[in-house]
Nanobody
Framework: VQLVESGGGSVQTGGSLRLSCVVSGYIYDKFCMGWFRQAPGKEREGVARIDYEGATVYTEAVKGRFTLSRDNAKNTCFLQMNSLNPEDTAMYYC????????????????WGQGTQVTVSA
């Protein structure tokens, strides 16, 4: 199983980025996908997740600014991040699980390598 994230980068406060995550090699045809982030010196935290039917959950800090969507035909999910601020700076990780899951890292068993998001003031 391979998860590959892309789309990270450096932006100024108020800017936008769109992260993508492509899943390959998964034996399950239905799976939940989540995005997590980890800033230096902090624990990994859940950002958003989407189940196979498209139902989403967001952490409070990103509600109204981030939108998670998926294309099941391409095993890909997209995290649109708007109105970014320096507190969003972190390494962002995509994760997948064949089970129903929420925003807890332990609920996911496959992870990507991460993509860096840096927001400057």
């Amino acid at each position: 199983v391979q998860l590959v994230e892309s789309g990270g980068g450096s932006v100024q406060t108020g800017g936008s980025l769109r992260l993508s995550c492509v899943v390959s090699g998964y034996i399950y045809d239905k799976f939940c996908m989540g995005w997590f982030r980890q800033a230096p010196g902090k624990e990994r935290e859940g950002v958003a997740r989407i189940d196979y039917e498209g139902a989403t959950v967001y952490t409070e800090a990103v509600k109204g600014r981030f939108t998670l969507s998926r294309d099941n035909a391409k095993n890909t999910c997209f995290l649109q991040m708007n109105s970014l601020n320096p507190e969003d700076t972190a390494m962002y990780y995509c994760a997948a699980t064949p089970y129903s899951a929420q925003l807890y890292p332990d609920m996911y068993n496959h992870w990507g390598q991460g993509t860096q998001v840096t927001v400057s003031a």
